[in-house]
């Protein structure tokens, strides 16, 4: 009987923290005793870990048991750790070499029975582990197509308790990752399904060039979720790293397919207007869970019906489309979870929302009500505004739209062109560039930006919104072949952003 410790993580959000476990054995009354801040779930871990321990063929110590887990100071929450401390307790017990424990990392949750279950994170959980240099680690067999994404580490997957304790053992050898399987992206559907709109369908081409931020009104019917849904299709696929990252918060959401496959496909997450701030934002009680926003990282975050969003979740938008990222504070502790989206918003120009405007119902006063939801500062961080209109029978009948693929072309060029100008900077496309950039490095000749002076000086235009303006000039730039934008793109990005529900 002696001390034995063994290694796990705990999880703040997306990123990991390794945690070691020591066990004592000792005289005194029997009891478990555990100590490290532990949860009420990873407290209850007491009375599984002893009954799979049993239920495993194996002898638990009729002594007194002490269980530190440290840093001390740190919040553990979940049953990851019940695999671990298993093995910590009979490590100490001597019923396994104290060696085999060593630089050995162990996730899962244990069953009464001695089953390895699931538990969510497992993806930064071993990305932690790989960081902090150790050499293995055993998760629950369910896992390991999600472990096959990382390299480096050597992972292991075991079904129960018993085989991992032969494993260490040298009597059985545990199953391990298959090759990473890459997600079969579906076809998106096609822009040529769209009627008419030329200029929301400029202003998606628009904003998929640039990164930038889109809200389009217009009567039902008109297009507007059609355009969302296509939108994803204009976008380049996923960078490896943005790919791991967006599958490492899928991960801790529950929402990474079984498969463990890695998706390049940009996401496109469109949360019903009856969500809560926990929902879009994220939250819950202990440590928050990722939001909607967080499960659009590098992809899209469409509002559907924008004004029908309660004030409080659109205005809770800002500072995630300022910063790419979300910061959520809980007696728990902190967390941060990265948030790097483009927003479409849609709305109706009113709420009656007929056909045709002609046959609106509300009230002038109702109108401003209705579109005024969406509140001044978040519509100074949109910058393209399209305005759509019913379609008529000749468009209908021209059917000559262009398709996605023609669209995605022009969009990869100009996206292509914003690469080579900002190479090595962190920044990949115009809508991420800091204004003082583009106002210092990157200047406009005077001529060029004058109608950006007029519009500060008559106050129509905040220097936030001078700054995007310039964004979406350097995006028309690109779109178009011209190393730099003139007084004409200026112009035509500022005309973008006057468009409004009228």
Request: aromatic letters at 4%; one cysteine or more; glycine letters at 10%.
């Amino acid at each position: 009987m002696g001390l034995a410790c063994t290694w796990s993580v705990a999880l703040q959000g997306v990123s990991g923290h390794m945690v070691e476990i020591e066990a004592d054995i000792g005289g005194g009354l029997p009891g478990f005793h555990l100590v490290g801040l532990p949860d009420a779930a990873l407290h209850e871990s007491k009375d599984r870990v002893r009954a799979a321990v049993v239920n495993s063929g194996r002898v638990w110590p009729n002594e007194r048991i002490v269980l530190a887990l440290s840093p001390a100071t740190l919040r553990k929450t979940g049953s990851a750790f019940d695999v671990a401390l298993a093995c910590a307790v009979l490590g100490a017990g001597d019923a396994l070499e104290r060696a085999e424990l060593a630089g050995t990392v162990l996730l899962g949750e244990l069953a009464l029975d001695g089953r390895l279950r699931a538990v969510p994170g497992i993806l930064p959980r071993l990305l932690a582990a790989r960081e902090a240099g150790m050499r293995r680690a055993v998760v629950p067999e369910s896992a390991l197509p999600e472990a096959a994404l990382i390299d480096g580490l050597e992972v292991h997957g075991a079904a129960t308790l018993g085989e991992v304790l032969d494993w260490m053992r040298g009597e059985c050898v545990l199953r391990r990752p298959g090759p990473v399987s890459e997600a079969v992206p579906l076809e998106p559907p096609d822009m040529a399904d769209v009627v008419g709109q030329p200029a929301a369908r400029q202003a998606c081409e628009i904003a998929a060039a640039g990164g930038h931020h889109l809200l389009m009104v217009g009567p039902p019917g008109t297009g507007k979720t059609m355009l969302a849904q296509r939108f994803v299709g204009l976008l380049p696929p996923l960078r490896s790293d943005d790919a791991l990252a967006l599958a490492a918060v899928r991960s801790v959401a529950g929402r990474l397919p079984a498969t463990g496959a890695l998706s390049t496909v940009p996401p496109l997450v469109a949360p019903h207007h009856s969500s809560s701030m926990a929902a879009l934002i994220g939250g819950g009680s202990g440590i928050a869970r990722p939001g909607a926003v967080s499960l659009a990282h590098r992809g899209v975050l469409f509002l559907d019906e924008a004004p029908e969003f309660r004030p409080q979740l659109l205005d809770s938008l800002r500072t995630p489309l300022e910063e790419g990222e979300v910061r959520l504070a809980r007696t728990e502790g902190t967390v941060c979870y990265p948030a790097r989206f483009q927003l479409i918003l849609a709305a109706n120009p009113c709420p009656c929302a007929p056909a045709h405007d002609r046959d609106c119902s509300c009230s002038s006063v109702a109108r401003r009500r209705y579109f005024g939801r969406l509140s001044g500062p978040l519509l100074d961080r949109v910058d393209l505004r399209a305005q759509m209109f019913p379609v008529t029978a000749l468009a209908m009948a021209a059917g000559n739209e262009e398709s996605t693929a023609t669209v995605r072309a022009r969009v990869q060029a100009a996206r292509a062109a914003a690469a080579e100008r900002w190479a090595g900077q962190p920044w990949r496309t115009n809508g991420e560039v800091p204004g003082p950039v583009l106002r210092s490095r990157f200047a406009l000749p005077p001529q060029a930006v004058r109608p950006l002076d007029a519009r500060l000086r008559t106050g129509d235009l905040t220097a936030r919104g001078a700054d995007r303006a310039l964004r979406v000039a350097w995006t028309l730039a690109d779109l178009v072949g011209r190393e730099r934008p003139d007084r004409e793109l200026v112009e035509a990005a500022l005309d973008f952003r006057d468009r409004r529900a009228a």
